[in-house]
């Protein structure tokens, strides 16, 4: 069983940074780990994913150059560096992991956290 706490959200203006940080125990060898967002009444969105070794990362289009998503050495961590955040970046941030080799961007993961909010003002 795989369990994950995020924690580093907070409310901050367009053009800053914030870092997310998503607490890992129970995680198998070969786990993927992403973060996702979602505001009401929208889908959950992928956000970025890394793979069980780090070798490969993919990123929203969105994102692309502003987020930079990584991991500690013992995999007991997972980070989503965002900088020039902008108010289209406003939602609730999810850390989400999946014991498989799939690691894309689409919410077919088996476990979740329970999200943390970011807000960004103008």
């Known amino acids: 069983q795989v369990q994950l706490v995020e924690s580093g959200g907070g409310s901050v203006q367009a053009g800053g940074s914030l870092r997310l940080s998503c607490a890992v125990s129970?995680?198998?060898?070969?786990?993927?780990m992403a973060w996702f967002r979602q505001v009401p009444e929208k889908e959950r969105e992928g956000v970025a994913t890394i793979s069980a070794g780090g070798s490969n990362i993919h990123y929203a289009d969105a994102v692309k150059g502003r987020f930079t998503i990584s991991q500690d050495s013992a995999k007991s961590a997972v980070y989503l560096q965002m900088n020039s955040l902008k108010p289209e970046d406003t939602a609730m941030y999810y850390c989400?992991?999946?014991?498989?080799?799939?690691?894309?961007?689409?919410?077919?993961?088996?476990?979740w956290g329970q999200g943390t909010q970011v807000t960004v003002s103008t």
């Open positions: 989400a992991a999946r014991s498989s080799s799939y690691c894309g961007l689409s919410p077919i993961y088996n476990y």
């Open positions: 129970g995680h198998t060898s070969d786990t993927c």
